[in-house]
């Protein structure tokens, strides 16, 4: 399983990740010294509000088309105020582009701190027709070219555009509208936020944490620097600076956003009980149908990760319901499906996915999806999955993204092994994530250097967080350095907390634990 990252909020830019999450978080996650290891049980206060725990079980496609149609009876008025929400934001670009000024934070900063003018609040961009919105702002900027705000916010615009399309090229993009932007006006926070969002988005998350730095000492109260910088800190392995990050976040400026990084500190700290509670919290402060559908599908992985697929499937149906096209949920949908052990409908579901979202995650489970199905044909179609990873990693690296956490994970079970390995020990000399420890300890393993592997699957999981993949990566490492008791024990946690964790993972995690008995 990759690591969350950002570019899976509605929003908010994140590239490859968890089924992802990175934030979260590929990706959208894609979240990373020793302190990932350190696992300190600091306490996280939740905020205030926070909802009950969901149940457990099991569901089927059917039920889940059934549980999407009973949420839409329900939510006709939703899609009404989608539209109306549509119609808000074409009136504000307008009010923006004729000066008017609609600072993030406004209103929550000191008031003698000067602003440049906006363009429009990047969150209402993604409210509506973000194409239109480009074209918009593209136009007005050829007219008034010194406008700060509105470069910063075409930059934030051509990361969501990225994000939404995964296109690693328009990175590029972006990048020079921010720095445009910043030519203007060199310390406006929107454009300094804006970076920091982008940094975090090519997995430059040291560049990411300077940025939001830099963007808070301009604007305390600036959620997309606040984000950003618990984002930061997160992947680069640093969860107790995280976790403070968090609260400084939830205290300035709580929030969708907020809430939902603060749910997965305490998930990277074995906490599911708070997380769950955290993004019950999230979804009930959601007024948009975009933040609905993200914050509901936070909840579906949620419950998949520890292997409650009933619960997984409602809270995808319910992120579906408020946007029947949002890609995590139905990735997600697709790989609960799989695990439920309805594999032609996740078959179909994932290609639905990738065929409009190539990223690496989707990629190698559709693979694995048709390897698992073993038809005639299947094992050449999982061969054009790997392959299009490959091709999407090598436009990343052109367009300036650190890819090398998912060339370790994919090419580790799929591609070149000795890539992999020279990938996340690269990966490693960047961040101590509990992800690139993991990725590091089976690129060691799958070259045969399982007494080198073994202390990084072991730091891996000693933060506590609950991670099937990772739980039978450790498995296998142990029984291959001679701790039979231990590797079983790992394996039988692996199957226990998550049976259907990978299509192709979890046999073989069975067929280990049976060799070992």
Not at 11 to 27: A, H, I, L
Request: glycine residues 10%; neutral net charge; contains cysteine.
């Amino acid at each position: 399983m990759s690591p969350r990252t950002n570019d899976d909020e509605a929003g908010e830019p994140r590239v490859s990740g968890e089924p992802d999450r990175t934030g979260k978080p590929d990706g959208t996650g894609g979240p990373a010294a020793g302190e990932a290891a350190s696992g300190d049980g600091a306490a996280i206060p939740a905020p205030a509000g926070a909802g009950a725990d969901s149940g457990s079980g099991s569901g089927s496609d059917s039920d889940s088309d059934e549980r999407v149609a009973a949420v839409r009876r329900f939510r006709t008025a939703g899609r009404r105020w989608r539209l109306a929400q549509l119609a808000t934001s074409v009136a504000l670009l307008a009010t923006a582009l004729t000066g008017g000024a609609m600072a993030l934070g406004t209103g929550r900063a000191p008031a003698s701190r000067p602003t440049a003018a906006v363009a429009v609040d990047p969150g209402v961009l993604s409210g509506g027709n973000l194409d239109a919105s480009i074209a918009a702002l593209q136009a007005h900027l050829r007219a008034q070219p010194r406008d700060s705000g509105g470069w910063a916010t075409l930059g934030l615009a051509y990361d969501e555009q990225a994000r939404t399309k995964g296109d690693p090229s328009r990175y590029k993009q972006a990048d020079g509208a921010l720095r445009r932007s910043l030519a203007l006006a060199p310390d406006n926070d929107q454009a300094l936020a804006g970076c920091a969002a982008l940094a975090a988005a090519r997995h430059d998350f040291q560049h990411a944490l300077s940025y939001a730095d830099r963007a808070l000492r301009q604007n305390p109260y600036s959620e997309r620097a606040l984000s950003s910088r618990v984002d930061a800190l997160v992947e680069l392995g640093r969860y107790s600076e995280a976790a403070e990050a968090a609260e400084t976040a939830d205290a300035r400026k709580p929030g969708v956003p907020v809430f939902t990084r603060y749910a997965y500190v305490h998930e990277l700290r074995g906490d599911v009980t708070t997380a769950r509670r955290v993004l019950k919290q999230a979804l009930s402060a959601a007024t948009s149908p975009g933040d609905t559908a993200y914050v509901a599908a936070q909840l579906g992985l949620l419950a998949w990760n520890q292997g409650d697929y009933k619960s997984a499937l409602t809270s995808y149906a319910r992120a579906l319901a408020a946007d029947d096209d949002y890609l995590p949920a139905l990735e997600g949908r697709a790989r609960a499906q799989a695990a439920t052990g309805d594999r032609d409908t996740a078959i179909k579901g994932m290609e639905a996915v990738v065929s409009r979202y190539p990223l690496p995650r989707p990629l190698v489970e559709l693979g694995e999806l048709y390897e698992a199905r073993g038809a005639a044909g299947d094992r050449a179609k999982a061969q054009r999955q790997y392959a299009l990873v490959d091709a999407w990693i090598a436009l990343a690296r052109a367009n300036g993204v650190d890819a090398d956490l998912d060339t370790a994970m994919a090419a580790a079970d799929h591609g070149d092994r000795a890539a992999a390995l020279r990938a996340a020990r690269a990966e490693w000399t960047r961040r101590h994530s509990v992800h690139t420890a993991d990725a590091l300890a089976w690129a060691l393993h799958v070259n045969g250097r399982d007494g080198e592997a073994l202390p990084y699957a072991r730091t891996a999981t000693a933060t506590g967080y609950r991670n099937a993949a990772f739980l039978y990566h450790r498995g296998v490492i142990e029984l291959a350095t001679g701790h039979r008791t231990a590797g079983r024990a790992s394996l039988t946690s692996a199957l226990k907390l998550n049976p259907g964790f990978s299509p192709l993972g979890a046999t073989r995690a069975r067929k280990a634990l049976e060799g070992a008995q």
